[in-house]
């Protein structure tokens, strides 16, 4: 028996919804709801509006558009709302002292671009946002093949629209670019048995800012970078110690598959500059990726 006063007709019309955007991720339109029931789309075209109309569904018009349950939808079938639910547009973070509230987008308009005045984004959104106060700083993060990422404090939120207005203080538009495609293959590196100043030659030869240290067996030990040799040259250390004396034990990899905004997400994290990029299968260094490598792609777009 579904809960809410839902008519079997639109239970099932809204629980095939449901199914459909846990199993694809995104905007489902009317047609894969009425193919997966064998109905006709315009009969369950009528219902989703309806459903749409007493707040069981959301819709985003254009190519890209569909409709996505609510959570009003998880707890009229399921009787409770997901823990997490799966953005079908973007994500909405708030960074909020002790826990952020992650919130779904479901449409947003960007105003004020060209304007004297800062920018600003107004974001529909489905979750608890009344736990947003305003002067909070937020990070949105849209969902398709180029990933636009928009930074902001919040000025006003609408509870009975599920609003919430932001000024945007960072905007960028990041490719979903696998990093093996970015990132450099020329991968220069330093034995341990090199010493400071060989490392200096090497890293300026190649006109290069850092480099992973191997060993005999041609495995990565370390990281040397520029930053460690003035430090040495600072401290009137010694230029021909071995690397290994110096040199950062600690290398932060990733797998050439993962995508631009997760290099970036992981250097910021870590507070670097570069990863090595490893082989998905073999886990063997393959390369490099610096914050400058994503710089350049993403100015060239």
């Known amino acids: 028996m579904f809960r809410h006063n839902l008519r ?3 239970g099932e019309v809204l629980e095939a919804l449901m199914n459909l955007y846990e199993k694809e991720r995104r905007m489902i339109k009317s047609r894969e709801v009425a193919r997966l029931l064998g109905k006709e789309e315009g009969t369950v075209r009528n219902i989703i509006m309806w459903l749409k ?17 609510t959570l009003k939808a998880y707890e009229a079938i399921r009787g409770t709302p997901p823990k997490v639910l799966e953005p079908g547009y973007g994500v909405v973070v708030v960074f909020r002292e002790g826990e952020d509230i992650r ?13 004297s005045e800062p920018a600003r984004a107004l974001v529909k959104v489905m979750g608890d946002l009344s736990r947003v106060e305003e002067g909070m700083r937020a990070r949105i993060e849209s969902l398709p093949k180029r990933k636009l990422v928009i930074e902001g404090i919040v000025k006003r939120r609408d509870l009975n629209a599920n609003e919430m207005l932001l000024e945007i ?23 341990t048995t090199h010493t400071m100043r060989e490392v200096a030659r090497i890293l300026h030869v190649n006109g290069i800012r850092g480099a992973p240290v191997v060993d005999e067996k041609d495995e990565v030990v370390g ?6 040799l003035a430090a040495v040259v600072a401290n009137s250390e010694d230029l021909d110690a071995p690397v290994s004396k ?13 995508g631009l905004i997760e290099a970036m997400r992981y250097m910021d994290f870590h507070g670097v500059g570069r990863l090595l990029i490893v082989h998905p299968t073999t886990k063997k260094p393959i390369g490099i990726i610096t914050r400058t490598d994503i710089l350049k792609h993403i100015l060239a777009i």
């Open 8 to 10: 079997s007709v639109q």
């Open 53 to 69: 109309s007493m707040g069981y569904v959301e819709s985003r018009t254009g190519p890209a558009g569909g409709y996505i349950p």
């Open 103 to 115: 919130l779904t987008a479901i449409s947003m308009e960007i105003m004020g671009l060209f304007s």
């Open 169 to 191: 203080t960072k905007m960028a538009v990041i490719p979903e670019e696998y990093v093996e495609n970015v990132g450099s293959r020329r991968l220069i590196t330093v034995r």
């Open 223 to 228: 990281f040397i970078t520029t930053a460690d």
């Open 246 to 258: 110096y040199m950062r034990k600690t290398v932060f990899f990733i797998s050439g598959k993962e």
